[in-house]
Nanobody, 115 residues
C-alpha cells in the first residue's frame, strides 16, 4: 500500500521561507507526476505546482517566481521550496503522487504565514 509522508509545514513570518517534503513508499513502481496542492479555509483545493518524471514543471500564477518544486527520484520524494511567503499562502498543503493508474494524497501539512 502506497504511503505518503509529508513534513516541513509550520508558522513563518511574511517574507520568510519554508521547505515541504513528501516521501512516497510502498509501491513497486516509481511515481509518475508528483505535485503540491493547497486548500485555504472556505476555499477549494487548488494546484500549487507539479513536476513530471522528466522534470517538467508547472506552477500556479500566484506562486511563480517564489516557489520551486523539485524531486529526488532515487528517494521517491518531492519537495516544495517556498520563498517570499505571503499571508495569502496560508493553507493546508497536500502532496499528490500519481503512480498510474492511481493517484495518492498526503495527509496535509499546515502552512501559516503571519506576523
Amino acid at each position: 500500500q502506497v504511503q505518503l509522508v509529508e513534513s516541513g509545514g509550520g508558522l513563518v513570518q511574511p517574507g520568510g521561507s519554508l521547505r515541504l517534503s513528501c516521501a512516497a513508499s510502498g509501491s513497486r513502481s516509481s511515481p509518475n507526476e508528483m505535485g503540491w496542492y493547497r486548500q485555504a479555509p472556505g476555499k477549494q483545493r487548488e494546484l500549487v505546482a507539479i513536476i513530471t518524471t522528466g522534470g517538467r514543471t508547472n506552477y500556479a500564477d500566484s506562486v511563480k517566481g517564489r516557489f520551486t518544486i523539485s524531486r529526488d527520484n532515487a528517494k521517491n520524494t518531492v519537495y516544495l521550496q517556498m520563498n517570499s511567503l505571503k499571508p495569502e499562502d496560508t493553507a493546508v498543503y497536500y502532496c499528490k503522487v500519481v503512480i498510474r493508474p492511481f493517484a495518492y494524497w498526503g495527509q496535509g501539512t499546515q502552512v501559516t504565514v503571519s506576523s
